[in-house]
């Protein structure tokens, strides 16, 4: 790659490295069905009665302000939200086909261009998911498995077709109608070539040159900006391999589902969080909102909660680079900025002492994050092990609540 190239990529990414958390959402037609964004496909529900579905479709309750205000709040710096999942279903008022929000439902209403809106006013960067290959409402004929295959026979299919005439037209239309937006997710990119991802990629550039693109836009390699990891995947060791993130689900389902029953607690979040942040990586944790447009009070409990310990521990998350050590912690994981280091400390591996073997400066000051008034932690001994290790040990509070130290 030029390196002008390297270096447009390097500051497009900027803002994303440093952001860190993101809220994804699942929220489309299927809510209707209260049973997850793959109800058409798993209940092989033919087209013309799944269309039906969208003259019930009318979330009153919908406030972009309230949802903008959840991720806020959680400490999240971005939102992806579903323009179009699998369903093609477009969840934004789109002039390339009648199957959308705004015409096909009594809502009548843009939703993303009021959460556009809502973003712009409160700082949060908006971020559109789009399927870009996959759409049980078009026949086309990537992969009769990603293709509604149940309810069309194949002759009918003609990808490009559809690629041309309706894909990248609804892409345009994101990224000309909404204003500036931070990423494009595409998602299971199925048989697409090598040549229209990289087309794809100079298609999304020629309207919004920083708008980053995820690596699903395509199976082959290294045509994204960054890597999607697997759903809830968590690498076991650092990447060298460039920028990533992982998406996950708060709960059982990406969109709503009326059978879910277990969210994960604030403090497996947080424990997420920070091995992902200390490998390097992004989180984008997912709600699921209902058909009336409201994100579970389930959901909204557990991320304000994460939020609180986020508000105090912060600053050793945003903007922080992966841990320098080469090894796994037994007591935590390690985030660190130019000149200052932050131990994570886990609340059971929680003792009266912390050792760290192969600090390469010299420590001068240990302070409890949560400590507004930053007393000094007794540094037990600090000497060198080598000529550029030496050991850290720390002298720990009992109670600490909030079990993060930075150390300069
Ligand atoms: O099939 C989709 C699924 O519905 C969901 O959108 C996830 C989110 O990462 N992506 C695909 C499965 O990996």
């Given at each position: 790659?030029?390196?002008?190239?390297?270096?447009?990529?390097?500051?497009?990414?900027?803002?994303?490295?440093?952001?860190?958390?993101?809220?994804?959402?699942?929220?489309?037609?299927?809510?209707?069905?209260?049973?997850?964004?793959?109800?058409?496909?798993?209940?092989k529900?033919?087209?013309?009665?799944?269309?039906?579905?969208?003259?019930?479709?009318n979330?009153?309750e919908?406030?972009?302000?309230?949802?903008?205000?959840?991720?806020?709040r959680?400490?999240?710096?971005?939102?992806?939200?579903?323009?179009?999942?699998?369903?093609?279903?477009?969840?934004?008022?789109?002039?390339?086909?009648?199957?959308?929000?705004?015409?096909?439902?009594?809502?009548?209403?843009?939703?993303?261009?009021?959460?556009?809106?809502?973003?712009?006013?409160?700082?949060?960067k908006?971020?559109?998911?789009?399927?870009?290959?996959?759409?049980?409402?078009?026949?086309?004929?990537?992969?009769?498995?990603?293709?509604?295959?149940?309810?069309?026979?194949?002759?009918?299919?003609?990808?490009?077709?559809?690629?041309?005439?309706?894909?990248?037209?609804?892409?345009?239309?994101?990224?000309?109608?909404?204003?500036?937006?931070?990423?494009?997710?595409?998602?299971?990119?199925?048989?697409?070539?090598?040549?229209?991802?990289?087309?794809?990629v100079?298609?999304?550039?020629?309207?919004?040159?920083?708008c980053?693109?995820?690596?699903?836009?395509?199976?082959?390699?290294?045509?994204?900006?960054?890597?999607?990891?697997?759903?809830?995947?968590?690498?076991?060791?650092?990447?060298?391999?460039?920028?990533?993130?992982?998406?996950?689900?708060?709960?059982?389902?990406?969109?709503?589902s009326?059978?879910?029953?277990?969210?994960?607690?604030?403090?497996?979040?947080?424990?997420?969080?920070?091995?992902?942040?200390?490998?390097?990586?992004n989180?984008?944790?997912?709600?699921?909102?209902?058909?009336?447009?409201?994100?579970?009070?389930?959901?909204?409990?557990?991320?304000e909660?994460?939020?609180?310990?986020?508000?105090?521990?912060?600053?050793?998350?945003?903007?922080?680079?992966?841990?320098?050590?080469?090894?796994?912690?037994?007591?935590?994981?390690?985030?660190?900025?130019?000149?200052?280091?932050?131990?994570?400390?886990?609340?059971e591996?929680?003792?009266?002492?912390?050792?760290?073997?192969?600090?390469?400066?010299?420590?001068?000051?240990?302070?409890?994050?949560?400590?507004?008034?930053?007393?000094?932690?007794?540094?037990?001994?600090?000497?060198?092990?080598?000529?550029?290790?030496?050991?850290?040990?720390?002298?720990?509070?009992?109670?600490?609540?909030?079990?993060?130290?930075?150390?300069?």
């Amino acid at each position: 790659m030029l390196v002008e190239e390297q270096t447009k990529a390097t500051e497009r990414i900027k803002w994303w490295q440093e952001a860190k958390f993101g809220m994804f959402i699942h929220w489309g037609l299927y809510a209707t069905l209260a049973k997850g964004e793959w109800v058409m496909a798993a209940s092989k529900i033919p087209v013309k009665e799944y269309e039906q579905f969208a003259t019930q479709f009318n979330p009153k309750e919908f406030n972009a302000k309230e949802w903008v205000g959840v991720a806020k709040r959680a400490g999240m710096k971005y939102i992806v939200i579903t323009a179009k999942h699998h369903d093609g279903f477009a969840m934004y008022h789109s002039k390339v086909e009648k199957f959308n929000i705004v015409d096909a439902t009594p809502f009548g209403r843009d939703p993303m261009k009021e959460l556009a809106e809502e973003c712009q006013k409160q700082g949060i960067k908006l971020c559109f998911y789009y399927s870009h290959v996959i759409d049980w409402h078009h026949p086309h004929s990537v992969h009769e498995y990603y293709n509604n295959t149940w309810d069309y026979n194949l002759e009918e299919k003609a990808f490009y077709n559809y690629w041309h005439n309706l894909a990248k037209p609804q892409i345009q239309e994101l990224l000309t109608q909404y204003g500036d937006i931070g990423l494009l997710w595409f998602d299971t990119a199925g048989g697409l070539s090598k040549k229209d991802s990289k087309e794809l990629v100079e298609f999304v550039r020629s309207f919004q040159p920083n708008c980053l693109i995820n690596s699903r836009v395509s199976h082959w390699p290294n045509i994204g900006d960054y890597q999607s990891k697997g759903d809830n995947e968590i690498p076991m060791y650092g990447e060298d391999s460039g920028p990533w993130e992982t998406p996950m689900t708060l709960n059982q389902s990406w969109g709503y589902s009326d059978r879910d029953q277990v969210w994960k607690t604030p403090e497996s979040i947080i424990r997420k969080m920070v091995n992902i942040v200390s490998k390097g990586g992004n989180l984008l944790l997912n709600v699921g909102p209902t058909a009336e447009g409201i994100i579970p009070e389930k959901s909204v409990e557990v991320l304000e909660q994460a939020g609180e310990w986020i508000e105090r521990n912060g600053e050793a998350i945003y903007g922080t680079n992966a841990s320098p050590f080469p090894y796994e912690l037994e007591w935590g994981a390690v985030t660190i900025k130019p000149s200052r280091m932050y131990l994570h400390v886990n609340n059971e591996k929680w003792s009266d002492q912390l050792k760290l073997f192969g600090l390469k400066n010299k420590v001068v000051k240990a302070y409890l994050l949560a400590d507004s008034e930053r007393r000094n932690l007794p540094i037990t001994q600090s000497y060198t092990e080598s000529i550029d290790h030496h050991v850290l040990g720390i002298d720990l509070p009992k109670d600490a609540p909030d079990q993060y130290i930075s150390i300069i």
